[in-house]
């Protein structure tokens, strides 16, 4: 049956577009009775067929007469599955990947198909004694050639290199990062909760309310998370509120806030005195906040819906931190979400960056003199992030505030005095993001 659901999986992913990790989410919310291990193995089958996808295609495509693109999508997400149990789930034995992918294949209504099935999957293990990974980076780490070069032409060889071996590991397999709300319970309260339910638990090296956790079955019944100890946050997405450190009593506005994560680290890092307004574009994004706000009971937080790109009057100049994480490309979290580089183009960049333009030309005007705006992505590309930076710092009154201290000297990142932060992948720690601090002018005359 995992297979199976699975396979469905890789339909909705790879063929309809959906976002790999809330399709997974929902079936092992569906499938939430089977055995542990059997909901284990269908989480690293599924992502990492999602994950090497470039790869197995390649593979399946020297032993088949037909090419991969021009299969049946029923038949072509069967074999890239297959291909993954065999190159890299050595503890599933070669037979049993290939009698279920012929017996998937005839459950699915292509019994015509399934004698190819069963050669192209026999080919395939006849050749495994004799692959070898192969030598085009694009194929050995599935990433789509135009991303390498790119990262390559950015940063230079080196640093591609480095981001393909930390930002791109096995998405299936990597540990959960969640943030304690200290101002709810104590990190070592927290601690002590996670490890009764779960098999590894480690603090993080940079932030000592991190956690590191994995060997659960599900996080919605960890104690912890019932009891709004923790959140589900990326270590490099909280640097964005440990730059921002907003003071008690302050008002924020989080303008593009789901899930809430960084909401709900504002109201913590402020002990749920003050306002933070979480806002975002539809209600359905914006029940993933006020869900989240209603099991960690922060009462400070104040979900809302609104298009961040049209202008809130009544709140210009009435911020004194406005947060703005913006949409990107995701290229810093492919690690986690593998299937955004299967959809993101060079020209969806381009497109991406004049949005990115357009809310903060927006969203600039709630800040209050004197007050600070953090501009934030999860992504590696300095068109979406330092020549935004650099594009509103000409065009707005403010200036950059330095990202000062040993957390930022030790996090292994490209800061600068301009107040700009690119954080890079580093597998198993944290994804690439990148944020800049700016203060806006106490008056436009400053």
């Not at 998405?171 to 990190?187: H, L, P, Y």
């Not at 806002?279 to 989240?292: F, G, Y």
Request: aromatic letters at 8%; a neutral charge.
């Amino acid at each position: 049956m995992s297979r199976e659901i699975v396979l469905e999986i890789l339909l909705e992913v790879m063929e309809k577009g959906q976002f790999a990790h809330l399709v997974i989410r929902q079936a092992l919310d569906k499938y939430v009775y089977l055995k542990k291990q059997e909901r284990a193995f269908m989480t690293r089958l599924a992502y990492g067929t999602i994950e090497r996808a470039i790869e197995l295609d390649a593979y399946v495509d020297t032993v088949s007469s037909v090419k991969t693109e021009n299969m049946k999508p029923v038949i072509r997400n069967i074999l890239r599955m297959t291909a993954y149990q065999l190159l890299y789930l050595t503890s599933v034995p070669p037979s049993a990947a290939c009698n279920e992918a012929v017996r998937l294949a005839k459950k699915k209504g292509f019994y015509h198909l399934s004698g190819f099935v069963n050669g192209v999957c026999r080919g395939m293990v006849r050749g495994l004694s004799r692959y070898q990974k192969p030598e085009s980076l694009s194929l050995r780490c599935s990433v789509p050639d135009w991303m390498i070069q790119m990262w390559e032409r950015q940063y230079g060889r080196e640093r591609m290199m480095q981001i393909l071996e930390e930002g791109m590991g096995e998405a299936g397999i990597r540990e959960t990062v969640v943030r304690c709300n200290q101002s709810k319970t104590s990190t070592r309260e927290a601690e002590e909760s996670l490890r009764r339910q779960c098999s590894s638990v480690r603090r993080d090296s940079l932030l000592s309310y991190a956690f590191h956790i994995s060997g659960y079955d599900r996080l919605e019944a960890l104690e912890a998370f019932q009891n709004g100890w923790i959140q589900v946050q990326d270590v490099s997405s909280m640097m964005a509120v440990e730059a921002a450190s907003p003071a008690k009593g302050s008002v924020c506005i989080d303008v593009c806030a789901a899930p809430g994560g960084k909401s709900l680290h504002l109201a913590d890092w402020m002990e749920d005195i003050g306002v933070v307004e979480s806002r975002d574009l539809t209600w359905e994004k914006v029940s993933m906040i006020e869900e989240n706000r209603i099991r960690s009971g922060f009462s400070c937080i104040r979900p809302a819906v609104w298009d961040a790109t049209v202008t809130d009057r009544e709140k210009i100049e009435r911020a004194d931190v406005v947060l703005a994480d913006l949409p990107c490309s995701g290229l810093g979290v492919i690690e986690n979400k593998p299937d955004i580089k299967y959809k993101m183009t060079e020209e969806k960049i381009k497109s991406l960056v004049q949005l990115q333009r357009q809310i903060l030309k927006t969203v600039q005007q709630y800040v209050k003199p004197g007050g600070v705006l953090v501009y934030s992505t999860c992504t590696i590309n300095r068109e979406e992030n330092e020549e935004n930076a650099k594009w509103f710092l000409e065009q707005f009154p403010f200036e950059p505030l330095p990202l000062e201290g040993t957390l930022w000297e030790t996090i292994g990142c490209c800061a600068d005095d301009r107040g700009m932060c690119q954080i890079f992948p580093k597998s198993g720690q944290r994804g690439g993001f990148f944020l800049a601090k700016f203060r806006k002018a106490e008056s436009i005359h400053e």
